[in-house]
T-cell receptor, first 111, second 115 residues
Framework: DAKTTQPTSMDCAEGRAANLPCNHS???????VYWYRQIHSQGPQYIIH???NNETNEMASLIITEDRKSSTLILPHATLRDTAVYYC????????????FGAGTQVVVTP | DGGITQSPKYLFRKEGQNVTLSCEQN?????MYWYRQDPGQGLRLIYY???????QKGDIAEGYSVSREKKESFPLTVTSAQKNPTAFYLC??????????????FGDGTRLSIL
């Protein structure tokens, strides 16, 4: 699976949109982009995933560039409960087994 | 509510003891997984199961064992052969089709410590 690069940390003001970037320049045509987050001492929570089209659900939006080498997770109105480590993962469509979590981005939402 | 239940939340083990971590899901998922997370690190796959009565080793299976006798249950035993068992253990499940397009959903974990 392709590797991803994310900023180590970022701050966001409560009520504002949080835009979390992820680079995956070696992504293959059959690899999906997944986003998870992990709040301290809890299990990872699935947020959203996509292949090449932009995706939106009740939690977030995922914007994937046309060349698929990078993506942005958008939390439209950040709340204090969105403070967590956010992980961007790419995964082959026909693979079984592990999700490869990197270091992620520590997002802190401030009042 | 549908979900994945791990128990206990905290577990203490004496040196030389085997312990079993429970994982139950009521999502009707075929595939189940066990991961280990050490402080400040990512998740590492221990075992996974695609279907009842079948399971495969992950990257760090040594010192662990699993069973999959029922679709909803995938217990993990940490044996005395596991030399560094102190960690946060996470169970996950997914629908179980060819898995790349199916998200894994996680339980809230069991924190295992050695006395």
């Amino acid at each position: 699976d392709a590797k991803t690069t994310q900023p180590t940390s970022m701050d966001c003001a409560e009520g504002r949109a949080a835009n979390l970037p992820c680079n995956h320049s070696t992504i293959s045509g059959n690899e999906y982009v997944y986003w998870y987050r992990q709040i301290h001492s809890q299990g990872p929570q699935y947020i959203i995933h996509g292949l090449k089209n932009n995706e939106t659900n009740e939690m977030a939006s995922l914007i994937i560039t046309e060349d698929r080498k990078s993506s942005t997770l958008i939390l439209p109105h950040a709340t204090l409960r969105d403070t967590a480590v956010y992980y961007c993962i790419v995964r082959v469509s026909d693979s079984w087994g592990k999700l490869q979590f990197g270091a992620g981005t520590q997002v802190v939402v401030t009042p | 509510d549908g979900g994945i239940t791990q128990s206990p939340k905290y577990l203490f083990r004496k040196e030389g003891q085997n312990v079993t971590l429970s994982c139950e899901q009521n999502l009707n998922h075929d595939a189940m997984y066990w991961y280990r997370q050490d402080p400040g690190q990512g998740l590492r796959l221990i075992y996974y199961s695609q279907i009842v009565n079948d399971f495969q080793k992950g990257d760090i299976a040594e010192g662990y064992s699993v069973s999959r006798e029922k679709k909803e249950s995938f217990p993990l035993t940490v044996t005395s052969a596991q030399k560094n068992p102190t960690a946060f253990y996470l169970c996950a499940s997914s629908i179980g089709e060819v898995a790349g397009n199916q998200p894994q959903h996680f339980g809230d974990g069991t924190r295992l410590s050695i006395l």
